[in-house]
Nanobody, 120 residues
Framework: VQLVESGGGQVQPGGSLRLSCNASGDTTSLYCMAWFRQAPGQEREPVARINSDGIPYYTQSMGDRGTISRDGARNSVHLQMDNLKLEDTATYYC???????????????WGLGTQVTVSS
């Protein structure tokens, strides 16, 4: 399985971006899909995850400014980010796992990331 992120870019504070992650290959067993981010000089942190039933879970990293959604038919997951702040600047990664979802962030499949830069 390969994950390819898209939708990153540069945006002003208060703006919005919608990230997408498309999975290819044997996607029939992608139980969980998630978004992480890594800011310069910081460790990668989870943002949100969603299982194959569409049940989401959010961390405190973006509060209520991020919304994760999943399109099972298209094997994709999205992250709608609103009211972006300077501190949201990071590389955003998509991850997935055929077995694990809630209770862990240790997923086995990763994309290469898409850059999000929030600046005025």
């Amino acid at each position: 399985v390969q994950l390819v992120e898209s939708g990153g870019g540069q945006v002003q504070p208060g703006g919005s971006l919608r990230l997408s992650c498309n999975a290819s290959g044997d996607t029939t067993s992608l139980y969980c899909m998630a978004w992480f981010r890594q800011a310069p000089g910081q460790e990668r942190e989870p943002v949100a995850r969603i299982n194959s039933d569409g049940i989401p879970y959010y961390t405190q990293s973006m509060g209520d400014r991020g919304t994760i959604s999943r399109d099972g038919a298209r094997n994709s997951v999205h992250l709608q980010m609103d009211n972006l702040k300077l501190e949201d600047t990071a590389t955003y990664y998509c991850a997935a796992d055929p077995v694990l979802c809630f209770g862990t962030w240790d997923y086995s499949i990763w994309g290469l990331g898409t850059q999000v830069t929030v600046s005025s």
